[in-house]
């Protein structure tokens, strides 16, 4: 490994691989990727939990599984009892080297604090990559990502609901069709975190279990011991007074109420929210971002949160508001919904000026309100091409098909992106920061700027 920069550099990165990459923006798709009627191999990293779903998804697909790594053997033994003939990993790097012409494709799902190494790894190795939302940890990691996906010429994928869906398309065919007129304010709110959040560090060490690579599932950030389980006297404050089922403090699962490791309630189901409304709205860049919260903690994303970001009119469409809630927080009820009918427990909420459309959950199709509105409006045709599910959207890209709905350059880094800016916001809440995309920085607020980019210790670099 090599010795630690403090900082990654993205300028340093594309300067490292452009020898090694040089001519592949002349290959053909088709000649990196492999045939339709070839199976395609998958090697998979961060397999148990989630993971596990997630592979058989990519078989049910058309995938075989060759290989499997997880730096934790018992989370993982249900993939890999399920998988017996795939080879074992406990380091992905090990991995990558020994299948390197063994493997088509890899599948990272792992924590989010190592998505960009594991990935930017396979990348450079010219396997296709599906990654599990949030792309990255950090702004400065997303942009390195998709500037790699793009050198490399390979196909990738990143697992947030697709805007591509009957319920995604529906939304933008109702919006692009004005339905409701100017579009100028929407709001989203998630039934996250369910995991612990808004807390101190606990005191104490446990030993690490004999089955768990503590180091390897640290990776580049800051040493610190294993803690197993939050002590008693706090799991009842967690939540708005609610038990946690899952007691862990860190692995598995509870790294996403961490700084260091995880993204938080809106990283952890922003992609999944913001992809319609992104794609319905044209959304670029924002222009601003703010956000307020519970009480600020050194390390752990607050229990509950109110983000707002600004964007600019674009396209001819008009200047919107997004605004994002979490740990029980909604936004108003509007007039127009029914007395009886409560807004449900996670949803979106899109305003314009000749109406308002409200969606159920992550991915719903949204409704006029009233809904005796929608039982009486001509709605619009159904225009747009839908997709099956972003596991063989990924795997027709790899066959030659055209570029999946998540491909990093076009959605998964600038989604990612998108969200991540309303986590910045939130390590520095009351302040509105003024964005500048082009020079990846918040000019008026240099703190908030030097989150974007990662440190890396244990002497790993990107």
């Not at 961060?46 to 075989?64: K, L, P």
């Not at 697709?162 to 529906?170: I, K």
């Not at 045709?381 to 350059?409: M, V």
Request: charged share 25%; hydrophobic share 40%; net charge neutral.
């Amino acid at each position: 490994m090599k010795t630690p920069d403090r900082s990654v550099s993205r300028r340093s990165f594309l300067r490292a691989t452009a020898v090694a990459w040089a001519g592949i923006h002349a290959v053909p798709r088709r000649a990196i990727g492999a045939p339709p009627s070839a199976a395609l191999r998958l090697g998979a990293v961060g397999v148990g939990g989630v993971g596990h779903n997630q592979i058989r998804h990519c078989v049910e697909a058309g995938f075989s599984v060759a290989a499997l790594c997880d730096v934790d053997s018992v989370f993982a033994a249900k993939t890999f009892n399920e998988y017996p003939d795939a080879r074992r990993y406990r380091d992905f790097r090990e991995m990558l080297d020994a299948e390197d012409d063994r493997i088509d494709a890899v599948y990272c799902g792992t924590p989010d604090h190592t998505h960009a190494i594991i990935s930017l790894a396979a990348l450079r190795k010219r396997k296709h990559v599906l990654t599990v939302k949030p792309l990255t940890r950090t702004i400065r990691e997303a942009r390195v990502l998709a500037d790699a996906a793009r050198a490399a010429g390979v196909m990738t994928q990143m697992t947030a609901s697709s805007a591509v869906t009957e319920s995604g398309c529906r939304t933008c065919e109702f919006i692009q069709a004005g339905l409701i007129g100017d579009v100028t304010g929407v709001h989203i709110w998630s039934d996250r975190p369910i995991w612990p959040q808004g807390m101190a560090r606990p005191a104490g060490v446990d030993p690490v279990p004999a089955t768990l690579d503590w180091d390897l599932w640290l990776g580049p950030a800051t040493k610190r011991p294993f803690i197993e389980r939050w002590p008693e006297d706090a799991m009842g404050v967690l939540g708005h007074g609610t038990r946690h089922a899952r007691p862990s403090v860190y692995h598995p699962f509870n790294f996403r109420g961490w700084h260091d490791f995880g993204t938080g309630a809106l990283g952890d189901m922003g992609c999944h929210h913001f992809n319609t409304p992104r794609r319905a709205l044209k959304l670029g860049a924002p222009s601003a971002v703010s956000a307020t919260c519970t009480r600020v903690m050194d390390e752990t994303w607050p229990l509950g949160s109110i983000v707002t970001w600004e964007f600019p009119a674009r396209e001819g469409l008009a200047p919107v508001r997004v605004t994002w809630y979490d740990g029980g927080l909604k936004p108003p009820r509007p007039a127009e919904l029914e007395s009886d009918r409560p807004l449900p427990g996670m949803g979106i909420l899109y305003i314009g000026t000749r109406g308002t459309l409200l969606g159920d959950g992550a991915d719903g199709v949204p409704r006029l309100i009233p809904e005796e509105r929608t039982k009486t409006a001509s709605l619009p045709e159904k225009t747009l091409p839908r997709s099956k599910d972003l596991y063989r959207e990924w795997i027709a890209a790899i066959q030659g098909g055209a570029a999946p709905s998540e491909h990093w350059p076009d959605c998964g880094a600038p989604l990612t992106e998108l969200v991540l800016l309303g986590n910045a916001a939130l390590r520095v809440p009351g302040r509105r920061l003024d964005w500048d995309p082009a020079a990846m920085a918040f000019p008026n607020c240099p703190e908030a700027t030097k989150l974007l980019t990662p440190t890396y210790e244990n002497g790993w670099t990107l």
